[in-house]
């Protein structure tokens, strides 16, 4: 996981550790720990070029490099810069998404 200041500035090592196959990038920590908004699909230019870095810092030292995503379309551009795998969403999203509907139509009926 690449989502501290520590992880950011430890890069080359951590990625020159044989052994370690891949990185993967949490937008949203590296955002907070860089000092700027967390979240997801960022277009915060110091957070951009973080993880512009790293995933060609990565590909550059023969590692796969995966991030997670809000999005679909956010997701595709980080495979456009050099991202091996993405991620979009969460169980957790996804789970809330799907009962969100339930437990609005519960809310009219039962107010």
Known sequence: MIE??????NLEAILGVE???????GPSDLSLALGRKPGFDTEDPVVLEAI???ITSAKKAGKRVGIHNGS???AA???ALGA???TV?????FLTAGAQPVVDTFRKVYP
């Open 89 to 93: 969403g969460s169980d957790l999203r």
């Open 19 to 25: 052994e370690i196959q891949a990185v993967y990038i």
């Open 52 to 54: 512009t870095h790293i």
């Open 72 to 74: 679909v379309p956010y």
């Open 77 to 79: 551009r980080m495979v």
């Open 84 to 86: 091996d795998f993405v």
């Open 4 to 9: 501290t200041r520590t992880a950011v500035d």
